[in-house]
T-cell receptor
Framework: EAGVTQFPSHSVIEKGQTVTLRCDPI?????LYWYRRVMGKEIKFLLH????????ESGMPNNRFLAERTGGTYSTLKVQPAELEDSGVYFC?????????????FGPGTRLTVL | EDQVTQSPEALRLQEGESSSLNCSYT??????LFWYRQDPGKGPEFLFT???AGEEKEKERLKATLTKKESFLHITAPKPEDSATYLC???????????FGTGTSLTVIP
């Protein structure tokens, strides 16, 4: 069974540009999460989808970040316009149930560098 | 505020030298504690889930234990291939998000 996949693996953009990250969860997983790790810090939660609905977006840093999950399958995370402090590794995770204790499986991440 | 602290930040072991990694947590109500392994350039790889104090889980040379305030990941007779960053995360009763520690970077020297 394929795991969580993310695209691209790396992205280097100029400050002020727009970048879109994509995540394909494990097939059949209704729950999809975005996390971010800034250098030297811990992995931090951004938001949680249940199917196509945003369940919790309390971790989104500001309105320059827009996440979508059309049709409840893959998700995109757009950063517009990108700032220097947005650099980091963006991880996507998915889980099956979302109720009770539910293991989240992570993708390989997208390393974003904003110059 | 939910919080996870891991120690030590880095650990160097000789092959075969057993040791333990610590994960201390503060959470409003623990739903689960998770251990992950992360290799350079890759995403976290799931190892264990612990649900309640007193619980233990084992996998090959790794054993995870849980108390009401902390979890330990015991590594018995480690091999070089065990070198990685080990991450601890907790999930509280108030939501589905994970709270991560900063990890312990383990290096096992042949």
């Amino acid at each position: 069974e394929a795991g969580v996949t993310q695209f691209p693996s790396h992205s280097v953009i100029e400050k002020g540009q727009t970048v879109t990250l994509r995540c394909d969860p494990i097939s059949g997983h209704d729950n999809l999460y975005w996390y971010r790790r800034v250098m030297g810090k811990e992995i931090k939660f951004l938001l949680h989808f249940v199917k196509e609905s945003k369940q919790d977006e309390s971790g989104m840093p500001n309105n320059r970040f827009l996440a979508e999950r059309t049709g409840g399958t893959y998700s995109t995370l757009k950063v517009q316009p990108a700032e220097l402090e947005d650099s980091g590794v963006y991880f996507c995770a998915s889980s099956q149930e979302g109720r009770g204790i539910d293991t989240q499986y992570f993708g390989p991440g997208t390393r974003l560098t904003v110059l | 505020e939910d919080q996870v602290t891991q120690s030590p930040e880095a650990l160097r072991l000789q092959e075969g030298e057993s040791s333990s990694l610590n994960c201390s947590y503060t959470v409003s109500g623990l739903r689960g504690l998770f251990w992950y392994r992360q290799d350079p350039g890759k995403g976290p790889e799931f190892l264990f889930t612990l649900y309640s104090a007193g619980e233990e889980k084992e996998k090959e040379r790794l054993k995870a234990t849980l108390t009401k305030k902390e979890s330990f990941l015991h590594i018995t007779a480690p091999k070089p291939e065990d070198s990685a960053t080990y991450l601890c995360a907790v999930q509280s009763n108030t939501g589905n998000q994970f709270y991560f520690g900063t990890g312990t970077s383990l290096t096992v020297i042949p």
